[in-house]
């Protein structure tokens, strides 16, 4: 473990996470056996007072269910949001059955009871700490597939998740959930944040807006990319000479509705991800002080459908940890195959 300084705070550094006086950044390490995010989660379930508001598509960690369960026999108000597909209704499935444990033990569970998907991964504690990011609460997104998940601790920031979670536990998703964008923003520690939910907040639209203030650099990690809008921005700020490279999860990538196709004939730097398992990031990085992350895979579906969740952050030091995230992952990555890919 390594230790800097940086703008009077301190972090510990290492290849998987980051921590501040405010914020922490963790990735998982697939092939290596690790707990760290699970840990991690556990310990802040530990720390609450008062409250855990859980926004998450899928479980299945029995001692994430154990902490929570330990934190109901303290009195502390648990809820738990989720989708019905593969989160209810999953719970029969083997290795599940972590919903059925929460109940018995008195802790409220709703699902979204619709077709798109509530895919939010988010936790608000106490109203002061909000965990979000790629990775679902299963034995997957912890160990096996490439993740990253940002803790925030801002009474603000975890008031505006409060507010969204308090919208769904109500029955309101999707479109039929109210905007309030202009008002999902704050300065942290002199850092500004901005927070969207899909898909009352016309998200694709921001992000698109977003990519064209880059000046210099775009860098993304994608499990999905297929908005064509999206990628035309890119593509847009490319021909500007604005530097763009990208990783995809190799599955789907080679398809006519993904963007690689597109960026690979025209020349753009772009990867497939090394990862045997699944590349699960939903991440772009702007101008090497911009991060985008959530859960909000780069689609229609997510954009039009879905229940999701972005946050916009402006700070160098946590743009800093997701580029070494990029890096390390380009070097396990392949360049495309020609032969798979119709440039005509």
Not at 18 to 44: C, H, M, R
Not at 65 to 86: C, F, G, H, P, S
Not at 187 to 199: D, H, Q
Request: aromatic share 8%; proline share 3%; charged share 25%.
């Amino acid at each position: 473990m390594k230790f800097v300084m940086a703008a009077a705070l301190l972090f510990s550094v290492s290849s998987c996470q980051s921590v501040s006086s405010w914020y922490q950044v963790y990735f998982t390490t697939p092939g290596k056996p690790n707990t760290e995010i699970t840990d991690a989660l556990i310990k802040l379930i530990g720390q609450a007072k008062k409250t855990i508001h859980i926004a998450a598509f899928e479980f299945n960690l029995d001692p994430i269910a154990e902490a929570l369960i330990a934190a109901k026999q303290r009195e502390i108000d648990v809820k738990w949001m989720t989708d019905d597909e593969r989160g209810m209704n999953a719970d029969s499935e083997p290795g599940h059955g972590q919903f059925a444990k929460l109940k018995q033990a008195g802790i409220e569970i709703k699902d979204d009871n619709r077709g798109a998907l509530m895919h939010n991964k988010f936790v608000i504690v106490d109203g002061q700490v909000l965990w979000t990011g790629s990775t679902n609460l299963t034995v997957n997104g912890t160990q096996k597939n490439n993740n990253n998940v940002l803790v925030m601790r801002s009474p603000k920031i975890a008031a505006i998740y409060e507010g969204e979670f308090q919208e769904m536990w109500s029955g309101k998703f999707g479109k039929t959930s109210p905007t309030k964008v202009a008002s999902q923003k704050a300065i942290v520690n002199k850092t500004p944040v901005r927070i969207l939910f899909g898909s009352e907040d016309h998200v694709a639209d921001a992000l698109i807006a977003e990519i064209g203030k880059a000046q210099k650099s775009i860098k993304f990690m994608a499990f999905s990319f297929t908005h064509d809008g999206m990628g035309k921005a890119m593509m847009a700020q490319a021909d500007r000479g604005v530097k763009l490279e990208g990783i995809f999860e190799t599955r789907g990538s080679e398809t006519k509705y993904s963007e690689l196709p597109g960026f690979f004939c025209e020349g753009i730097s772009v990867r497939q991800d090394g990862n045997p398992r699944t590349f699960h990031h939903k991440v772009i990085v702007l101008d090497e002080k911009t991060v985008i992350t959530g859960s909000f895979n780069f689609s229609n579906n997510a954009n039009k459908s879905n229940d999701e969740n972005v946050v916009i952050v402006e700070n160098p030091q946590i743009a800093s940890l997701y580029l070494q995230e990029f890096d390390r992952r380009w070097q396990e990555g392949k360049p495309p195959r020609e032969s798979k890919i119709s440039c005509q």
